[in-house]
């Protein structure tokens, strides 16, 4: 089985201040993680992923399997940043390759 | 992405009907996904398909019915043994296992 745990229903920072949205999850192979964002009145969208190694407007995201973790940071949020965050996993288990879980969310309110 | 067509957008029916989200496409993507947001419980998979005729079900599919007769089309019926069908229902495609799902506008769906 696999499942995703996002700690933090609801995250409030300053603008300018640094943010780290949690994400856990629990997989028996090698899984592949993303983050999917969803501002206000617009699609869910993919916002990164583990594999690309890359930075997505100023937010990185590293892959830590000895804590099972996939936590997203960034050093100075802005209030652009205010959105609903996804982390998601896929793994590689013969017919559920497919399969993508997600977290249940977390909320990030930017304030000014 | 437009290229994924939700219809209709809001969608009202009486307790104790059949009811059929549509969900198109023209990105030529393989694999569709149909999940559900509901506040604070993230998204949750309902019915996955990899390829034509064929589809598995995911993490919540009692209650749903779905089809996969063509690339293009993978429609969602929320059968009356859905005890809680009102939410918000997002239909997903993917172009390969590595690929990033590419979400539609969503349809919600009230039942009274």
């Known amino acids: 089985a696999q499942r995703v745990t996002q700690p933090e229903k609801l995250l409030s920072v300053f603008k300018g201040a640094p943010v780290e949205l949690k994400c856990n999850y629990s997989y028996s192979g090698s899984p592949e993680l993303f983050w999917y964002v969803q501002y206000s009145r617009q699609r869910l969208q993919l916002l990164l992923r583990h594999i690309s190694r890359e930075s997505i407007k100023g937010f990185t995201a590293d892959l830590n399997k000895g804590e099972t973790s996939f936590h997203l940071k960034k050093p100075f949020a802005q209030e652009e940043d205010s959105a609903m965050y996804y982390c998601?996993?896929?793994?590689?288990?013969?017919?559920?390759?497919?399969?993508?879980?997600f977290g249940k969310g977390t909320l990030l309110t930017v304030n000014p | 992405d437009g290229g994924i067509t939700q219809s209709p957008k809001y969608l009202f029916r009486k307790e104790g009907q059949n009811v059929t989200l549509s969900c198109e496409q023209n990105?030529?993507?393989?694999?569709m996904y149909w999940y559900r947001q509901d506040p604070g419980q993230g998204l949750r998979l309902i019915y996955y398909?990899?390829?034509?005729?064929?589809?598995q079900k995911g993490d919540i599919a009692e209650g749903y019915s779905v089809s996969r007769e063509k690339k293009e089309s993978f429609p969602l019926t929320v059968t009356s043994a859905q005890k809680n069908p009102t939410a918000f229902y997002l239909c997903a495609t993917k172009q390969g296992y590595n690929s990033p799902l590419h979400f539609g506008n969503g349809t919600r769906l009230t039942v009274t």
């Open positions: 990105l030529n993507h393989d694999a």
């Open positions: 398909s990899q390829i034509v005729n064929d589809f």
């Open positions: 998601a996993l896929s793994g590689h288990s013969g017919g559920s390759n497919y399969k993508l879980t």
